[in-house]
């Protein structure tokens, strides 16, 4: 059987048909068993739901080694082996369902199903193309849908990403802005700083202007008082 899922060996997608694969894989063995204990009609519906099981199996293996081509060429020798391992499970299922299928052909229809193709051998081949003819157009319609599913999934991601852009956009139209008044905020701070700067100069100015007039005016005083008691 085929090895545990590994999600970090490929992409999404193609874990998300493996693991679907699996649950399909899983239904068929079940079916299988079963028949061998069935008869009548039950027996032959259980044997066409296991042909469709299969069917969709194989779609999904289909998909699935589509998907192969946009995995990453370091992973993909790990998800070949995964993929082979399931081609060769479906291949065993189905060897053991049309082995099954043949027994009832040959119980129902004895020697002619081998010995007679003018007869019943032609009438069973007729009805088992039919059958593949029937199974290929529900094969055919459930790829489509799947592939409406894929294009849908496309459109939504699509959608996302150019989101992602738009405000991948804006937030850059932000930074830009908040660069643009920081560089305007650090010219007003460096205007700011000249004009404490300026004011200080003129403070220290003004101090010693003070002072000098102040020590002119004491030197008057004393000069007068002198002049007095001379």
């Given at each position: ?97 049309k082995s099954l299928a ?50 849908r999934v ?77």
């Open positions: 059987m085929s090895n545990p899922l590994d999600t970090d060996a490929g992409s999404e997608l193609f874990s998300t048909y493996e693991a679907e694969l699996k649950l399909v894989e899983a239904d068929v063995n079940q079916k299988l068993d079963q028949i061998p204990e069935l008869t009548g009609e039950e027996r032959k519906a259980a044997i066409r739901g296991a042909e469709r099981a299969l069917d969709e199996a194989k779609e999904l293996l289909d998909q699935m080694n589509l998907e192969k081509s946009n995995i990453p060429t370091s992973a993909r020798s790990k998800v070949n082996s995964r993929f082979r391992n399931h081609h060769s499970d479906i291949d065993t299922l189905t060897r053991k369902l043949d027994s009832d052909r040959k119980q129902l229809f004895g020697d002619r199903y081998t010995d007679d193709p003018e007869g019943g051998g032609s009438r069973d081949l007729q009805l088992e193309q039919r059958q593949q003819l029937l199974s290929g157009t529900e094969r055919l319609g459930r790829s489509s849908d799947r592939l409406r599913e894929s294009q496309a459109l939504e991601t699509e959608q996302i990403g150019a989101s992602t852009l738009a405000d991948l956009h804006q937030q850059r139209n932000v930074i830009e802005h908040t660069h643009t008044n920081l560089l305007q905020s650090e010219g007003y701070v460096d205007r700011s700083v000249k004009t404490l700067r300026g004011m200080a100069r003129r403070m220290a100015t003004n101090r010693m202007i003070t002072i000098a007039i102040i020590t002119v005016l004491v030197l008057l005083i004393i000069g007068v008082i002198y002049s007095k008691f001379r």
